[in-house]
């Protein structure tokens, strides 16, 4: 069962929600910066740990897939900070 793969369309819809979730990630690291309040700060910092441990996972599972765009190693920095 493990070497099952992706179906064409799986792999696009995939390779989709990585992309947004990556966003989400650079956005949410980027308003940390703006943000004046301490909750909401923590609270972003804990979406942005909880997005790339789901990012590690969906990656896991797009190896599966029949073809592959380069997913890059780097992830983004916040600007300040």
């Not at 004046?36 to 990012?55: E, P, T």
């Amino acid at each position: 069962m493990d070497s099952q793969k992706l179906a064409p369309h799986e792999s696009l819809d995939l390779h989709e929600v990585i992309n947004f979730k990556t966003l989400c990630v650079a956005k949410s690291k980027l308003m940390q910066g703006l943000a004046f309040d301490q909750d909401l700060r923590n609270l972003m910092k804990k979406d942005v740990d909880q997005s790339i441990q789901a990012l590690n996972e969906l990656q896991a599972i797009y190896e599966r897939a029949p073809f592959q765009a380069p997913v890059p190693q780097n992830r983004p920095t916040p600007i300040i900070n």
